[in-house]
C-alpha cells in the first residue's frame, strides 16, 4: 500500500459522528459523509475515503488509542485529513421529558423536525418554566 492515491479522512468523535437510524439520520448523512462530499465535490478527481471510528460514550483517552492502533495499519505515506471530535457535553437539562422526547421521535421526519426546531428555539423558556 505504498501508493496511495486521495485522502483518507479518519475521524475519531463521539455520537454526533455516527449515524441516528431512530432518528432518521443514515450514514450518509453524518458529518464525516458529509465532509468527504464537500471534499469531492470541491475536487472531483480526488479519492476520498472516510475511516469513521466514533463510539458513543468514549473518553478522548479511548479514542486516542484508536488512532494510534490504526496507524499502525495506515502507514505514513498516505494523506490523512485526521477529524477528532469529541467533548461535546450531552448531559444538559432537556426541555422536554423522557416519555415526550419517545413520542417526538416516532414522528413523521418532517413533522419531527419542526418540532425539534421549535424546542430549540423555545428551550430557554421551558426550562425556565420548571416544566424540563
Excluded at 41 to 51: E, F, G, K, N
Excluded at 71 to 88: E, F, K, M, P, T
Excluded at 102 to 118: D, E, F, H, Q, S
Amino acid at each position: 500500500m505504498s501508493e496511495v492515491s486521495g485522502v483518507v479522512l479518519l475521524v475519531y468523535g463521539d455520537s454526533l459522528s455516527l449515524p441516528r437510524t431512530q432518528g432518521g439520520l443514515s450514514a450518509l448523512d453524518t458529518y464525516p459523509e458529509l465532509l468527504r462530499e464537500t471534499l469531492v465535490s470541491r475536487t472531483p478527481d480526488a479519492r476520498v475515503a472516510v475511516l469513521n471510528r466514533s463510539r458513543a460514550g468514549v473518553p478522548i483517552e479511548t479514542l486516542y488509542g484508536d488512532f494510534v492502533s490504526d496507524s499502525v495499519y495506515l502507514g505514513s505515506d498516505a494523506r490523512h485529513i485526521l477529524v477528532i471530535q469529541c467533548g461535546v457535553v450531552d448531559c444538559a437539562p432537556r426541555p422536554v421529558p423522557p416519555k415526550v422526547k419517545n413520542g417526538i421521535a416516532r414522528l413523521p421526519t418532517p413533522l419531527r423536525w419542526a418540532v425539534a426546531r421549535a424546542l430549540h428555539h423555545l428551550r430557554p423558556a421551558l426550562l425556565g418554566s420548571g416544566l424540563a
